[in-house]
């Protein structure tokens, strides 16, 4: 990817794959973007990346907008924003009401960091004076932080036409707390065993930079799980056959609430 094109992946991902929470497919996908002087390498590379990442959720890019804002946002300054409209029969709708005590957490492993948390992120590399170009894990931290938002569309879909799924969460802002409560029934919790994945690098060193508790971090970041699809027992195998990399990150609970052991 080049400097820019993975905001625009981000952008179509946070859009795609929370519309893959109600089990619909996504159709086609707007874009706007605004900036204060239009640098015309920029905003190409970032609607570059709005179309790779369509590609690979399937969706069609139909059209959008770009506004140039002199005096409103400084020169050098974008934003953008995205629309995306998927589909799916009313009948085969994700419902919370089918989750239950007893069913399994399939985690989807996160390429990285995602699109959440970068307040924080910022704060962390100004209090500890981190250069964007400093090595990290054999890349850059600046490469690893952009590394582009996974797009989980294909693989959930395949997943869709062949199991019962009861549910599924997208996990963004507010990290495993804010988000696996999404997909249950009211009064149904999980209890999720962090020890049934490899918690990848980049987050140990943000918390180990940003001196945050450990149990903090599940609040904010998505900690290296970027969806989880909550299926019945007698589906895991063969859900864990059809996704690379799945794995069986805890259970549904009677109790309300995240529990992480």
Do not use: W
């Not at 409103?72 to 995306?84: L, N, V």
């Not at 500890?128 to 090595?135: F, G, V």
């Not at 054999?138 to 797009?151: A, E, Y």
């Amino acid at each position: 990817t080049g400097k820019y094109d993975t905001v625009g992946i981000d952008c179509v991902a946070m859009c795609v794959n929370d519309i893959l929470c109600h089990g619909a497919k996504p159709l086609f996908f707007l874009d706007y973007l605004a900036c204060g002087k239009l640098d015309s390498d920029v905003s190409s590379e970032i609607i570059k990346g709005v179309a790779d990442g369509c590609l690979q959720a399937g969706a069609s890019l139909i059209g959008g907008e770009t506004a140039e804002m002199a005096g409103f946002y400084e020169d050098g300054e974008y934003d953008i924003a995205g629309f995306c409209v998927g589909a799916q029969e009313k009948e085969l709708l994700l419902s919370t009401e089918n989750t239950k005590a007893g069913q399994v957490v399939i985690g989807l492993p996160s390429s990285g960091v995602h699109s959440n948390g970068f307040s924080l992120v910022r704060k962390i590399l100004k209090d500890n004076n981190i250069s964007l170009n400093e090595e990290f894990n054999g890349s850059t931290v600046g490469k690893t932080l952009l590394t582009p938002t996974k797009i989980y569309v294909k693989e959930v879909l395949k997943v869709l036409e062949e199991i019962k799924v009861a549910g599924i969460a997208h996990i963004t802002g507010g990290g495993f707390h804010e988000n696996l409560p999404r997909a249950l029934k009211d009064g149904l919790g999980m209890k999720i065993d962090k020890n049934s994945y490899e918690v990848p690098e980049i987050f140990k060193y943000l918390q180990e930079k940003g001196k945050i508790d450990g149990e903090e971090m599940y609040h904010i970041f998505n900690m290296g799980v970027g969806m989880a699809l909550i299926v019945n027992k007698e589906d895991v195998d063969k859900t864990l056959s059809l996704i690379d990399n799945a794995f069986v990150l805890g259970e549904v609970t009677e109790e309300s609430g995240i529990e992480i052991v």
